[in-house]
């Protein structure tokens, strides 16, 4: 029996030593999410909970002593908070004014100004939910820093200290939205787990640093068992979930962004949205084009990087409504644990839910027919307002004469959209439609560039636009799609003739118009091109290294294909292989338009390459080779046009459906000088173009240009009109 009773002891403790061997026991693992309070919004809870005044915190004070007879007061006023050996130091200014009563009246005894200093330790105070301080040492000093005591310590530091030992930092309200965040990001979770974890969170340590206190929020939590990823794709159902959650992220983003913007008056702090806010829809762009599976989401890496990001700036911004700090501390707070949790890894079973997302919208701002996640595709004026753009942009047209023009001088004519309007040029049209193309992007430049900026600098952004669309779309807006025509648009959301990416800059810029209007695509993309140019390459100093002016150019391509931060990309050793190989390209295709040969964009369409045409270095004026004499009416100055140089440059003034009309333009606008009238080809009979001017240099014709602005003439080369009266 002894035997037996044994033999079961041995069998059982057996069975128990595997179980210990060949299971691990879920464990709880305590996470602590930091909590920053920096001094000032330590400061300025201060200000609202213990002072009064308005709320200019300059004007705020408090009254800490009044003896019963009025005749002695003790005001303090300007509290400032630091760090002084690893305790919390208070500093308030004191004003005193010490009288006694004298036969019924007030008697002065002195008056006196100087300052309290307060040596704490900020403790958790019981509840485990807000924070109080220990007073350590409370002494006063005067102006000259020498420690005062006597008769006015006496009256004074027992006040003092009952008045510091009210403050309190209530992290109530903070933990409460943690506890109602969590069912709602972590949704594999029992309700039972849920309380578990809820009821385990509390305060943790409090460490004073040099730029505030930190404070953990500890909480309890299981990992979950592994389990094993499932390969299959992604249903139309978690596709169509997956896009809600990022579109009401993005959203949620940019409401906080407008929202903070609006609240601060310092434009350096709006320009730090605007960049951080532009980062973020870039690295957006990014994470929507890497795979998903159901242990990690790229698009809620990016969600909470880019809240991380906006952290310290919306804590500035705070600073300047008083009121609001509680309700930024609980908001910064939760997107803190989600940055721990996400960190932690797919055991957590982390998962941002709609409901998550209508919480952290709620922390942000909650108030009623306010919807911080509606997602809209519309221009928004407060976003345009926030890059200092025009309300709406607004395309110029020609004045003057009201006649046909083909092809039309200027850009923005409703004519030129007709003419470029879903235009899908076969090889042989091209000599005819990239020098349309050309005169659209240099017209947007023109009409866009700031007036104050010197003409190297005006030029470059000429070539810069020239090659940015050429880099881009090889100077298309329009392609065939089983025999249809589309849009030009990429797989990430880049669309048309500067395929700006839609994602990127919605609010900004109407997305129809990107697709469909040429016109509006060009003038979209030179807006963001100047405004990379300007407040980024050019205020970061990139053409003061080596490389001189050309860099600006560079740099901004950089910014426009990366965004803010990717600037200095073009001259980064490290930085990957697809982008040295995207800024390489650039590279090559702006020194052929820096040299005049901006035409040789017809080879990335399959045309053949162009004769190269060196631009003069000298920046001087230059006559004209030869002017039309007077015009024949026999052949209209069809000889004298063909008779030029056909790499040389000319002005298109216009084209008219009538030789009569072209005659009267030319004796209405008096020209100085002659003109050439000559009929079109076979294609456009009937049709007769007007131009002045044989230039070898193209500078020369810019120069002649100027003066004839008004009616808006075309720079064209003399091959461009060959080709065109020939047909």
């Known amino acids: 029996m002894a035997e037996n009773n044994l033999n079961k002891l041995v069998s059982t403790l057996s069975l128990l030593l595997t179980a210990l061997v060949f299971t691990s026991p879920v464990m709880a693992e305590t996470v602590r999410v930091p909590i920053q309070l920096d001094y000032p919004v330590l400061r300025q809870l201060m200000l609202s909970q213990l002072f009064n005044g308005s709320d200019n915190s300059a004007d705020k004070k408090v009254e800490i002593l009044h003896d019963a007879a009025g005749c002695s007061t003790v005001f303090l006023s300007n509290p400032r908070l630091h760090e002084y050996q690893k305790k919390l130091e208070i500093i308030t200014h004191v004003k ?45 000093y005067n102006p000259q820093g020498q420690l005062i005591t006597g008769q006015i310590w006496e009256l004074a530091s027992g006040r003092l200290l009952s008045f510091m030992n009210r403050y309190e930092i209530d992290l109530a309200p903070t933990i409460n939205q943690l506890n109602k965040l969590l069912p709602d990001i972590l949704d ?15 305060l943790g340590a409090i460490s004073i640093e040099s730029d505030g206190i930190d404070v953990a929020v500890a909480l309890q939590i299981d990992r979950l068992p592994a389990t094993q990823e499932p390969v299959a794709t992604l249903s139309f159902e978690e596709i169509q979930k997956l896009e809600a959650n990022w579109q009401m992220m993005d959203a949620m983003i940019t409401f906080a962004v407008k929202r903070y913007a609006n609240a601060t008056n310092q434009q350096e702090l709006r320009d730090t949205l605007a960049e951080i806010f532009l980062d973020a829809r870039y690295r957006l762009v990014d994470a929507l084009t890497m795979p998903v599976s159901a242990t990690n989401d790229p698009v809620r890496h990016w969600f909470i ?6 952290g310290p700036i919306l804590r500035q911004i705070s600073l300047e409504n008083p009121g609001q700090e509680p309700m930024l501390i609980s908001l910064l707070a939760a997107t803190d644990a989600l940055a721990v949790l996400d960190r932690l890894g797919p055991s957590i079973g982390l998962d941002i839910s709609v409901n998550g997302l209508r919480r952290l919208g709620r922390m942000l701002i909650d108030q009623p027919g306010t919807n911080p996640l509606f997602y809209d595709n519309a221009v928004d004026p407060e976003l345009r307002h926030l890059f200092r753009l025009s309300p709406f942009m607004k395309l110029n047209a020609p004045s003057g004469f009201n006649f046909s023009f083909w092809p039309i ?59 940015t669309a050429w880099q881009e779309s090889c100077w298309r807006q329009y392609v065939l799609k089983n025999r249809e025509i589309v849009t030009l648009h990429s797989s990430t959301g880049d669309t048309g003739l500067m395929q700006i990416n839609e994602r990127v800059w919605r609010g900004l810029y109407n997305t129809q118009k990107l697709r469909w209007d040429i016109a509006y695509n060009a003038r979209a993309g030179t807006e963001i091109l100047l405004n990379y140019l300007l407040k980024y390459s050019l205020k970061r100093g990139e053409h003061k290294l080596r490389g001189g002016l050309d860099n600006l150019a560079r740099s901004a391509y950089s910014a426009y294909n990366g965004g803010p931060s990717k600037t200095s990309r073009y001259r980064d050793p490290q930085a990957i292989l697809p982008h040295q190989k995207i800024d390489a390209a650039f590279w090559t295709k702006y020194q052929a338009v820096k040299q005049g040969n901006e035409l040789q964009v017809v080879q990335c369409l399959g045309g053949k390459a162009l004769p190269t045409h ?41 084209v008219f459906s009538s030789l009569k009309a072209a005659q009267k333009f030319t004796e209405d606008t008096q020209f100085k000088g002659s003109v050439a009238i000559a009929p079109l080809g076979k294609e456009k009979e009937g049709q007769f173009v007007v131009i002045k001017g044989s230039f070898k240099e193209k500078a020369a014709a810019q120069a002649l240009k100027q003066q004839y602005k008004n009616i808006k003439p075309w720079l064209r080369q003399i091959k461009d009109i060959h080709s065109s009266i020939k047909r």
């Open 96 to 140: 005193a004014n010490i009288a006694t009563v004298a036969f019924g009246n007030c008697t002065p005894l002195f008056n006196w100004e100087g300052d309290a200093r307060f040596l704490t330790d900020p403790i958790i105070k019981p509840g485990a939910r807000s924070i109080g301080l220990k007073i350590l040492r409370s002494q006063f």
């Open 188 to 202: 594999k979770r029992s309700a039972l787990q849920i309380s578990k974890i809820s009821d385990s969170l509390k």
């Open 305 to 310: 990087d880019s809240w991380q990001k906006l």
């Open 409 to 467: 001088s200027s850009a923005w004519a409703t004519s030129s959209n007709e003419r470029l309007a879903l235009w899908v040029p076969t090889k042989s049209e091209l000599p005819e439609y990239l020098p349309i193309v050309r005169d659209l992007l240099e017209d947007s430049a023109g009409d866009t560039i700031e007036p104050g900026l010197n003409a190297a600098t005006k030029k470059l952004f000429q070539n810069l636009v020239l090659t």
């Open 614 to 654: 060196q631009q003069s270095a000298k920046n001087v004026p230059i006559k004209p080779d030869k002017q039309p004499s007077a015009v024949s009416r026999n052949d209209l100055g069809k000889t004298w046009i063909l008779a030029q140089d056909k790499h040389h440059y000319t002005l298109q003034l216009a």
